[in-house]
Every structure is written in C-alpha cells, then in structure tokens.
T-cell receptor, first 111, second 114 residues
Framework: GENVEQHPSTLSVQEGDSAVIKCTYSDSASNYFPWYKQELGKRPQLIIDIRSNVGEKKDQRIAVTLNKTAKHFSLHITETQPEDSAVYFC??????????FGKGTRLHILP | GAGVSQSPRYKVAKRGQDVALRCDPI?????LFWYQQALGQGPEFLTY????????KSGLPSDRFFAERPEGSVSTLKIQRTQQEDSAVYLC????????????FGPGTRLTVL
C-alpha cells in the first residue's frame, strides 16, 4: 500500500523567512496530494492541494510543487508569520481510495 | 452551512468498556472516513464509506473496532472491550463525492482509556 514520508519532523524559521517541507510517496498511482494544517487541539484544515496533472500550484504565500517522476512533493511557505506556527501534514491518495498522511512537521516561527 | 460534527468531544472509558463515537457529516456528502490520531502523529486511516457501503476497512486495528453508516449519513465507530492503546483522537471526515475530493474534518473525539 501507499507510504508517505515527510521531512523534517520539526522546523524552526525566523519570521519573514521561507519554510519548506518535503514529502515522498511510494504508490505511482497516487494522483491527489493535499496539505493540511493542524493547530493544537484543533481539526486538520486543508490549506492547499495538487493533482497529478499539474506540477505547481500557488495560493498567496503558499505553494506546492509535485515531481511525479521522483514521487515527491513539497510545501513552500514564504514570508512566514507567527500564525503559520502549527503542525503540517502532507498526504497522498488515488481515485476512490483513502488518504494516507505523513507523520507531520511541527513548524515554529521565531520572532 | 454546518460542518462535520462529532460527539462526544471527550470520552473517558475504563479498560474493557465499550464505546460508541458518532459522526455527522456535511449534509449530502457521499463519502465518510474515520481516522485515528495518536498524540504527535498524523491521522491513520481506519475505514471508509461511500453512502452506506463500507468500501475499505483495512485500517481497523482489530476486530474490536466496528463502524457503520446504515442510512448513508450519520456514522458510528464502535470500540468493544477498550484497551489503553485505543487512547487517541478519532477524527471523522467527509467529502462531497469521491475519495479524492477535499476532505472536511470534524473536531474529533478524544478517547482516554484508563
């Protein structure tokens, strides 16, 4: 079955700098890659997703890139702000199938 | 409109007790998922329904776990003879259509087994 690896497990960046989180997946049939943000004690919230027919997607300060050949995808957050501090999860799925999550990256934005 | 809701939000059970966790998906959403999230971990898939049909239950950790969605809307996750390792947050998510639609999560039920 699908396996999603996520790195790093913890990331600290200075406010205003960029943060990058990387994930790899194992099942070449996966075609949907969402990213979730989870604040302490809250539910996961979708922040951006990408499907396998595109290589990059951007939404304001957040962008995601996908390399299908290498089976990896990344989340980029630019101009980080204190409210970006949270745990971020990548995930992978294929049509009509369950979503498999990575183990998460705890992002700390330093003042 | 109303999002996904779950009840109870917190549940404390003594080891060996049975528990039932409820999920109310967004009205009209076809697919419903259950996940288990241990402290400091990502959500782990448990089971998945499309309408009332349980299409995948490969993530259920043992036969003590049982889920149903008899009318294709509300779902119940039942855990029999709870064990301490069952302590976790149980998340429910629903999607409008197929599994690769956006999943909207409920607030979760935090289960603590003493």
């Amino acid at each position: 079955g699908e396996n999603v690896e996520q790195h790093p497990s913890t990331l600290s960046v200075q406010e205003g700098d960029s943060a990058v989180i990387k994930c790899t997946y194992s099942d070449s049939a996966s075609n949907y890659f969402p990213w979730y943000k989870q604040e302490l004690g809250k539910r996961p919230q979708l922040i951006i997703d990408i499907r396998s027919n595109v290589g990059e997607k951007k939404d304001q300060r957040i962008a995601v890139t996908l390399n299908k050949t290498a089976k990896h995808f990344s989340l980029h957050i630019t101009e980080t702000q204190p409210e970006d501090s949270a745990v971020y999860f990548c995930a992978a799925s294929k049509r009509d199938d369950k979503i498999i999550f990575g183990k998460g990256t705890r992002l700390h934005i330093l003042p | 409109g109303a999002g996904v809701s779950q009840s109870p939000r917190y549940k404390v059970a003594k080891r060996g007790q049975d528990v039932a966790l409820r999920c109310d998906p967004i009205s009209g959403h076809v697919s419903l998922f259950w996940y288990q999230q241990a402290l400091g971990q990502g959500p782990e898939f448990l089971t998945y329904f499309q309408n009332e049909a349980q299409l995948d239950k490969s993530g259920l950790p043992s036969d003590r776990f049982f889920a149903e969605r008899p009318e294709g809307s509300v779902s119940t996750l039942k855990i029999q003879r709870t064990q301490q390792e069952d302590s976790a947050v149980y998340l429910c998510a629903s999607t409008r259509g197929l599994g690769t639609d956006t999943q909207y999560f409920g607030p979760g039920t935090r289960l603590t087994v003493l």
